[in-house]
């Protein structure tokens, strides 16, 4: 049943309809609820770089993913929405984290590709030896 919604879902075409999908879904299961509250009140950058993770790394070696995602970590701190999340959820707990952008349609595509452009030349990437 859940993975019959969740393929549904995750099937509904463009991230924006994709999150319309999953937050609307009527469903009683505590993880699926626990999951759609999460997606609702979360990061709009983070619900594209979860995206766009997915859609990169399927052409991708397992050593290119790790590339990848140290240089997209880095970057996340650089950014500081990470930040805002520990800031409102652990330090301050107002449970109120002021994100960059208050809708997924409101990111800019270049802001997402900043995030997967990589800090380093690939000589020079702190794993550029992994799987050579």
Known sequence: MLATLINKVINAGELSEIVDAIISAEVEDKWFNKAQKSLKHGSAISAHLVYQQLIRAEKLTL???????LSLSVKCGQYG???EGVRALLIDKDYQPKWRYSDISNVEPQTIDWFFESK???EEHPLAQLGA
């Open 120 to 122: 380093w030349q690939d």
């Open 63 to 69: 050593a290119q993913c790790f590339r990848m995602e």
């Open 81 to 83: 929405e990470f930040q």
